[in-house]
């Protein structure tokens, strides 16, 4: 089953924001460094302790968030709130993937591929509304 939640982009203040968050709406909150992940060596010494991902839930309130990593855009007003698809299989997010990215900036997609955390994908449709697509891994590949 797909879940659909809020995912929040922080400028390396995401920890700080979402203790902030859980202190406000209270529940159970897990946070997951890039130094904790298989990823840390592929990433940069100024990004180990910048946060991969963190979960807030709270009754029926759940989002993620993460601190903005990427090497090449720009963190914007505007860009910093995205949908996150999640927990479907590669083949359910790749269908929703592919009807997403017709009209997509081209600039601002990532195609949906496996990592080693399992399947990751990211575009802007073509209305500017970030998607990030997180599922299991792909049993195909």
């Given amino acids: 089953m797909i879940n659909l939640k809020p995912f929040l982009l922080f400028d390396g203040n995401c920890a700080e924001a979402m203790t902030f968050y859980?202190?406000?709406l209270g529940g159970d909150m897990s946070i997951t460094k890039v130094?904790?992940?298989?990823?840390k060596h592929?990433?940069?010494?100024?990004?180990?302790?910048?946060?991969a991902i963190a979960e807030l839930k709270?009754?029926?309130?759940?989002?993620?968030?993460?601190d903005w990593r990427h090497p090449t855009r720009k963190r914007n007003p505007g860009n910093t709130?995205?949908?996150y698809l999640?927990?479907?299989?590669?083949?359910?997010?790749?269908?929703?993937?592919?009807?997403?990215?017709v009209g997509?900036?081209?600039?601002?997609?990532?195609d949906l591929r496996e990592m080693p955390f399992g399947s990751y994908g990211h575009l802007a449709d073509k209305f500017g509304v970030h998607w990030f697509f997180h599922g299991q891994k792909?049993?195909?590949v």
Avoid: W
């Fill in 22 to 24: 859980q202190s406000c």
């Fill in 35 to 39: 130094g904790d992940t298989p990823m």
């Fill in 42 to 51: 592929q990433a940069p010494p100024d990004h180990q302790n910048k946060v």
């Fill in 58 to 66: 709270s009754g029926v309130i759940q989002f993620t968030a993460t």
């Fill in 81 to 83: 709130v995205c949908m």
């Fill in 86 to 101: 999640s927990e479907g299989s590669y083949k359910e997010l790749r269908a929703i993937f592919d009807k997403l990215a």
């Fill in 104 to 110: 997509a900036d081209e600039a601002l997609v990532d």
């Fill in 138 to 140: 792909n049993a195909e």
